[in-house]
């Protein structure tokens, strides 16, 4: 989300408190899965109705819309999915995120609408309940993995590139859902033994995962609740994408379990959307108020904190580098 732009005019102010009307255009394609209908064939916007089961009042302008965002293409009266689209938002394809936009149009969307409930109280405006407890519920589960799944599928690749794993033997990916993010990196490093450390009901989804990627015997799961269990303990731990659901009490907790695991030399990845001291981009602000809308404690939080709590819990040598364009990846050895 650009920061840069000067704003002038009415028009500018208009534009930027209308930024809302265009997730909704989004989220809404994602909820429809228009993507995947338009896969194997280019429609008219009167096919869209007709597969979609859609009025056509708002059809035509909607597509246009989508046209104008880049995620569509329109040529002589029919659309079709860029390449963009293609890749990324047709359910089925490696690469796609549209779990995170699904639970972002069930869950995000409608908690925005009471940010000013937020400010006033400091509570959040969606929240599912008891994780512990939500597991048990096969839909939910299911979302919830897809939406980790949208997360870890262009986080994976990247850490397996951007860190050197040739000293390591093993890996544990704490709060690792059914293995997604274990399941790149053994992909790309063949001598990597993985684990992934979470609640045990996700075991059957983690097998079945690593079964269908053929992966199978290339990682093992290790039941256990990180707030109640010791860590496994491997080379290398990862918390990504963990530390920002809890309260600064629990994350310093959380890595002093990962300290108390680790041999001497071993190594803590940590990796969130962190934010700047200094705001430039508001990208990750935005995230880090997502997760004060939906959690009771959780937030983004600095490098610099990141960096106080691993000091805290015993580490001395740490590092910080990007991993893709939007998360902060910080690396601990004991």
């Known amino acids: 989300m ?7 005019t009415p028009a500018d102010i208009f534009r930027l408190g209308s930024m809302y009307a265009m997730s909704k255009v989004v989220l809404t394609a994602v909820e429809l899965d228009l993507f995947t209908a338009l896969q194997d064939a280019d429609a008219t916007a009167e096919e869209v109705c007709e597969r979609l089961g859609l009025h056509p009042r708002a059809t035509r302008q909607w597509l246009d819309t989508l046209v104008v965002t880049g995620l569509l293409r329109r040529e002589n009266g029919r659309y079709g ?3 963009a689209a293609t890749r990324f938002l047709v359910r089925g394809a490696p690469a796609y995120v549209g779990g995170f936009l699904s639970r972002s149009g069930e869950m995000l969307y409608p908690a925005w609408g ?31 993995l897809t939406m980790m799944d949208s997360l870890s599928g262009h986080l994976g690749p990247e850490l397996a590139k951007s860190y050197d794993w040739t000293a390591h033997d093993s890996v544990a ?11 790149h990196l053994v992909r790309a490093h063949v001598h990597l033994k993985g684990m992934v450390f979470d609640l045990p009901q996700m075991e059957p989804r ?3 995962h690593l079964a269908e990627l053929g992966l199978s015997g290339r990682a093992s799961f290790v039941p256990g609740d990180f707030f109640n269990d010791p860590l496994p303990q ?12 809890w309260s600064e009490e629990e994350r310093r907790m959380l890595v002093g379990k990962a300290y108390q695991a680790l041999a001497p030399g071993g190594v803590l990845l940590v990796y969130d959307r962190m934010i700047e001291d200094e705001p430039t981009d508001a990208d990750n602000l935005v995230v880090s108020l997502h997760m004060i809308l939906t959690t009771t404690d959780g937030a983004e939080y600095t490098q610099g904190e990141c960096l106080a709590w691993l000091r805290e819990a015993g580490f001395r040598q740490t590092s910080v580098q990007p991993l893709g364009p939007t998360d902060s990846l910080v690396i601990a050895t004991k």
């Open 2 to 8: 650009a920061t840069d732009a000067p704003i002038t």
């Open 81 to 83: 999915n860029s390449e």
């Open 114 to 144: 009471r940010l000013t409930d937020t400010l006033r109280t400091g509570l959040p405006q969606a929240n599912d309940g008891d994780f512990r407890e939500l597991v048990d519920n096969p839909a939910f589960l299911d979302r919830f």
């Open 173 to 183: 990916d704490i709060g690792g859902a059914r293995g997604n993010l274990v399941s």
């Open 206 to 208: 983690f097998d079945a």
């Open 234 to 245: 491997a080379d290398v731990l990862i918390m990504g994408h963990v530390l920002h659901d």
